[in-house]
């Protein structure tokens, strides 16, 4: 294989939340109105929570970190940050794995007419297929199909695992320790109802995650109960991918793909096995609206960029012009991703049959 990339052996931890979780949406709030929320955590929400508790278990910031003197947003958004890698985070609900749903089982390639599809986009901004929102979660057996190139039907009428309740939250004076006045606002909670969320690591060294059976999650430091077990998805297996086949890539977390300084919705795909963006009925991506991501940035203490990124369940179809392995195709595509050690731009690669 061209890149020498093994594939790893990957570890799944699953984080138990004992309380709701409030995701905010790092956009600002306005008084006295709802207070915006996120439907489920950010890769670096659930990464972040992990690094931080690693390194406090083993009392070593960098060469368990991977933090240097020369640490700027530069390294950290290529993801040469830290020692692992994080795939994920996903819904793990009685029992199963739940996975975002690959955006083409919900729209019909057939029906779409080139008329209908006209290319008036920018290169930024290439012809794509807009989703209906059917199918939000698939179960972890039928990705498994769905990745080996199998018809699925997806599961449209499922009980939702997620649900929210509204809180009204205080603003206290630093001062007299008083509430300000009108600053009286409600949030949204999010409480996984029996479910926990799960993330993949891997180590890209030796080095092995050491977090406690407890630890905090999130910007209220919610505390969640720690599990973990090996389990590495067969989609990750590193089998070979032959050439002039047609694969799609699907993403299962948001991605961040950047040219020129501005965010795009295609990466350039310059990867093993020289595959080419297939365009197939007028649509290049069957994809749906950029996701709005920020954080906090630890380092420099504030809130980090807005990036518009691509929304999980985004469907690219490439056709390989040489041999490639499955993994060394995954591992070089996940990396296009800004953040994607991070958890941002994790991905599934299934033959077209």
Known sequence: MSSGVMNPEFELISLKPLDSLFFGDNMGLDLNSPGGGLRFPLPWTVSGALLYAHIMSVHNLGSSYGLTSNWDEGVEERGDLTGFMFYGPFLIWRGKKWFPCPLDLSVSVEGLQPSQNPKLYSSQLPPIMPREDKCKWIPHDLLERYSEGNKVEPINEVEEPIFEEKRLGIHLDDVNRTVVEDFLYTSRHIRLKDASIGVLVASKGEARIEVPPLIKLGGEGRPVRVTRERWTPKWLSNDVLKAGSVVKVVLLSPAIYRKNGKDVRIPELKLPGKPELLESRSALVISGPPV???????????????????????????????????WELTYNFWRLSLFWERGFGSLLISPVR
């Open 292 to 326: 709005l991501v920020s954080g906090w940035d630890l380092k420099r203490a504030r809130a980090r960029k807005l990036y518009a990124a691509v929304p999980p369940g985004t469907v690219f179809y490439l056709k390989l012009s040489e041999d490639v392995g499955r």
